[in-house]
């Protein structure tokens, strides 16, 4: 059997997949695969790990139907037609809950570098512009009592609140599509409405799949309804919020700063007003950029593609 991986995984992911003696090919470019170049690369293939944000559409679906399997890397899946894979009887495997400690690591470490505009001032360090200690200048906010707001209650929403709560005693407010009793019990969130959710969070952040609901959801007019000391956190998907309208609305004063680990798109160029602004922490998509949970996906996608090629159910299946 034969495997393509459209990038690099961790090598135990590989090594599970060789000493069952699966054959694999890797992109092994600088540059991501094309759609062209990933159907071209998947005929000769029985199963595909997908690295990144590869489309699986539905005209990749069609052009790839012999796939036995598509692994991906990654817990999010809103890149892929899941309808149409399922109409194909391509099965189609990510992974969950290994990154969910990592990811709210970097929430929680973005929430942080704002309140504190940390990555602004180590850039004016970095720029030879800091010229002397003085004690009115260069000041962030608290978090300890503030109020955190939590669109997406899931595994890495939760880990978040209880950073937030065990280190600042913030309240936790959240909004799901649906209510979420088993963690309002754990960590003692209340629910609110996606309105209440912008009046009363301090710091909101966001833990939601992208969808076409939530896709473009933060607009001016959202950014409006929030606290003018707000700070905005997303490490979920980049078209959860509309970068012009928050660029606008951190000039205006709208809200008080902004951490980001996913953009749209991505890479931010290098000229987005974002990266000067005093209030703001950007981050290149690291999510779950740690040894322990890269190490930990490779493993489940090593273990999808096994029970894939076998005909078996996946055991982390995308539905
Ligand atoms: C995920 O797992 O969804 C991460 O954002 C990487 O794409």
């Known amino acids: 059997m034969k495997v393509f991986?459209?990038?690099?995984?961790?090598?135990?992911?590989?090594?599970?997949?060789?000493?069952?003696?699966?054959?694999?090919?890797?992109?092994?470019?600088?540059?991501?695969?094309?759609?062209?170049?990933?159907?071209?690369?998947?005929?000769?293939?029985?199963?595909?790990?997908?690295?990144?944000?590869?489309?699986?559409?539905?005209?990749?679906?069609?052009?790839?139907?012999?796939?036995?399997?598509?692994?991906?890397?990654s817990v999010g899946y809103d890149q892929v037609d899941v309808a149409t894979a399922k109409k194909l009887n391509i099965p189609i495997g990510n992974t969950p809950g290994v990154l969910s400690a990592a990811t709210a690591d970097t929430a929680f470490l973005l929430m942080l570098a704002v309140s504190r505009k940390a990555f602004f001032l180590h850039k004016k360090i970095i720029a030879g512009d800091w010229k002397a200690y003085q004690p009115t200048v260069e000041l962030g906010i608290e978090l300890k009592g503030k109020t955190l707001g939590v669109l997406g209650l899931g595994n890495i929403g939760i880990e978040m609140a209880k950073k937030c709560?065990?280190?600042?005693?913030?309240?936790?407010?959240?909004?799901?599509?649906?209510?979420?009793?088993?963690?309002?019990?754990?960590?003692?969130?209340?629910?609110?409405?996606?309105?209440?959710?912008?009046?009363?969070?301090?710091?909101?952040?966001?833990?939601?799949?992208?969808?076409?609901?939530?896709?473009?959801?933060f607009t001016l007019d959202v950014f409006k309804q929030m606290k003018s000391n707000a700070i905005f956190i997303n490490t979920a998907r980049g078209g959860i919020h509309n970068e012009t309208d928050l660029i606008e609305a951190l000039q205006q004063k709208l809200i008080w700063g902004a951490g980001l680990d996913v953009t749209n798109p991505e890479p931010m160029d290098k000229d987005n007003p974002l990266l000067q602004m005093e209030n703001v922490a950007v981050l290149p998509h690291i999510g779950s950029a740690t040894e322990e949970t890269r190490t930990a996906m490779a493993k489940i996608i090593a273990q999808n593609i096994l029970a894939g090629l076998k005909g078996e159910p996946l055991p982390y299946p995308v539905d």
């Open 165 to 217: 709560i065990a280190l600042y005693q913030m309240p936790v407010v959240y909004h799901n599509r649906s209510q979420n009793p088993e963690a309002e019990r754990e960590i003692g969130a209340k629910y609110v409405s996606f309105e209440e959710l912008l009046a009363q969070s301090d710091v909101l952040t966001v833990h939601t799949a992208l969808t076409p609901e939530t896709q473009g959801l």
């Open 5 to 73: 991986i459209s990038g690099n995984i961790a090598a135990e992911g590989i090594n599970e997949l060789k000493a069952n003696d699966i054959e694999i090919t890797q992109w092994t470019a600088d540059k991501p695969i094309t759609a062209k170049e990933l159907i071209d690369a998947c005929q000769q293939h029985d199963a595909l790990i997908s690295v990144g944000r590869n489309k699986i559409n539905a005209e990749f679906l069609q052009a790839c139907k012999h796939l036995k399997v598509i692994a991906l890397h």
